[in-house]
């Protein structure tokens, strides 16, 4: 999410006359994880996490001494709170999260009455608001420069994500270990961070795959592994819209995933530029990935197509889709 909400607004500096504000709720030493164009003005309230009441009250004093003509908010509370602030913007709730994943339904459903619009990232995901004043579909883009994407011809797989319970990693170990009792000599790359890092590690040992898994760190600089890649995996329980996926196309790799909410059903076209398969079964997915394996030709041509499919997440098709929702919900 923090990736894609700084590539917009490094978009809007760059192309458009709009003066942007990235405003930080939460007290925060660590650098901002993306470079921003310094056109961005960075505005920090600088709240201790734990005063959570303080920082709401602030947050609606703030947003109130700002003014804008229109907050995007990726934050419930935030959403809610500024919809009663007072000032005349327009508010608009930005969903990145699958709302039925959500705690304190009742806020939710007072934002989603308040607020002047949800975008959202899929018809899935709109579907779930419906009683708001607008739903707006605009899912996310790449910004991946990519000169020479893969040929599909590496013995490596790839996963990218955080190293958390929703991503499903354990599950992605358990069909590997189907996968390189077939195939010993092709590789799972996983790259990310999080808090079960130790815990996959051990289950890679546990499942005698230390030879055919690598648990790489989380890295800015991705476009290496999906070049270097014939194949993205993903196991999440649930997803956004998966811009990881929207990467795995721009580099021209066939997808396999699970068939959770939301996400995967609206970027791949099963048998066309990847493998859907239904949530659950595993060993359905462990053979649609030796079956790749064992056809290069199906998996270059299942990589043309999504190469082919990714245009549509192009940085510009999808931010003038924001500008002229911008323009016309300003001018309301």
Known sequence: MERIITDKMNYLVRHTAHEVVLLLLWH???????????????????????????????????????NPDITVYTWVMGAFLAAFSGWKGRSIYEAHRARTTMKHQWIVSLMERRVDAVVALTQQDANDYPHAKRVVLIPNFTSLHVEKPSDCSSRHCLSVGRLVDVKDFSRLLDIWKLVSEKHPDWHLDIVGEGPE?????????????????TLHE??????PYYINSSIYLMTSRFEGLGIVLIEAQACGLPIVSLDCDYGPRHIIEDGVTGCLIPYNHNKAMADAICYLIENPDKRQQMGIA???????????????????????????
Do not use: G
Not at 197 to 212: C, D, F, P, T, V
Not at 218 to 223: F, G
């Open 28 to 66: 925060d030493e660590s650098p901002l994880a993306y470079p921003l164009d310094d056109r961005v003005r960075v505005e920090r309230m600088d709240i201790p996490f734990q005063h959570k009441l303080r920082a709401l009250f602030s947050f609606r004093k703030t947003i109130r001494k700002l």
């Open 197 to 213: 890092r130790e815990a996959l590690l051990q289950k890679i040992e546990r499942l005698n795959l230390s030879s055919s898994v």
């Open 218 to 223: 989380a890295t800015n600089d991705v476009l």
């Open 306 to 332: 999504a190469l082919e499919a990714s245009q549509r997440y192009k940085p510009e098709e999808i931010m003038n889709k924001w500008i002229e929702f911008f323009d016309e919900i300003r001018n309301r």
